[in-house]
């Protein structure tokens, strides 16, 4: 048999992975869940792809607020506007989360869902990170990509459950996860029914939906999927409620976390970041026991082939 | 070929769903959709399985109230309640829908999500219909069942978006419908996270989140699935906006309504019911050329044998 996760080093991490997925799939065993029950969920940012130095949502969604700003003449006297277009990280922190947000969706808000669509479709096309110089669908984690298709393999079924909008994801995680639209889970920005042209569609409004983070997961998870996952992959505090969820199921469940150690090949982070701060979620993984994937050590390469996508 | 569709009678209908299918299937044409994107849209309640005279929900919701009645002894004094208890059809329809509805959910509240679940697993087995006198689960559409087969094999993915909440169907939709969980969209009461004997659990709010009828479906689908449906098929006015949805999309569409019009062998109702309304929806039916299944001449069996589930 070839080795289905050839990116992860072997190691007491990859093989907890192969012993848990073969073990819910040998009929007969105690152990057994059937393929209906074998949900899989995935945090995006920092789990699946790169988040670092800034998630690579607020990225384009700030090229949307340039995009729209000349839509906008009224901007020019939000301070939250001026400090982002002179670039003044100490004004914008000063100013606080609440008015990004605002200008946020107001600048992502307006046009049809399918329009959006096309707009991310367009932008991820081209943006690059700003210090690996990649597209950032070539910043997805090689060993993850490997673990999803394992465990669909396996009759698994999996979905992501990020914090980020599903909107934004659904455009570009079939091609790049094999997740497709249907099996995203995610925040989301209100829409409505509108008539354009003679035709209904939905059209985007300027106001937050729901927080698919944090206890969001586990409401989204039951929402969405519901079922308990019986796997859970996170890498951040945003991702601990998803992972107590799934742990706190009956029979066996296998939940993890990626730990950011690696500065030299991406970056190092958990405690004290502003990104995908990994906190309390590592004091819980340590107490129960749940798996720490060592980007440093578990992982033979990170990053695929640039331009495999 | 052994015709997939038995409980179908020979006609044009039939003919336009195996056509539609066949040319959405064709590799190569220009009609050509490709599975990722076959997506299928069914109503429920009249739609998959019998509404009338009331409900099946509806039906679970007022045995939950009488359940939960003891440890509430308050609702002695509340009027509604006492209009149920009473069977007094006229005192409810006086007093309103609103009250009603907040003695439903306060009822379907306070649980968790997995002790709901069991409780319609607990209702449904043995609950049945008022005057056809079988179980609920033995009253789905017998071609109905024939078609979601029918789709699937030819590379759809089905999909229920129904006005009932999707915590009351996904108990039982994989059985009867072969549509898991996750494929079921719906209305739904709001859960919060709570820690229940040391393990996280969702716990049911008494209000309502989402209501997924009407304007609500093609957000529902939007927040869900995330991609257009290219059939949907629906049996009354709260599906009107999901097939206006599905219809205004760009290629070839399949947009469908059943007419409840077989007294003998199910109800015959439509413009004036109060349970599955189809007024508005038949208008547009026929000035858009939706396909209007007939119960009575397109269908040759309504039900499937009993017991059968």
Redesign the interface.
Known sequence: MPDALPSWNDGPNKQAIVNFVANVAREGSASYVPP?ER?ATFDNDGTLWNEYPQYVQLAFMLDQVKAAAPKHPEWAGNPVFKALVTKDEKALAALGEQPLMALLVQANSGMT?DEYDKTIRQWIATARHPTLKRLYTDLEFQPQIELLSYLRANGF?T?IVSGGT??FM?PWS?AVYGV?????VGS?QA???ETRDG????VREPTFEFNDDG?GK??GI??????RPILAFGNSDGDQ?ML??TA?GIGQRLVLLVHHDDAEREFAYDRVSRVGKLDKALDEATEKKWLLVSMKRDWKTIFPEAGKQ
């Open positions: 209906a949900i869902v079924k979905f599903l909107e659904r079939a497709p639209p249907e099996n995203v989301s829409v409505r029914l035709k209904v569609n939905l206890p586990p409401m039951y929402m969405h999927i519901g079922q409620q107590e969820y706190d």
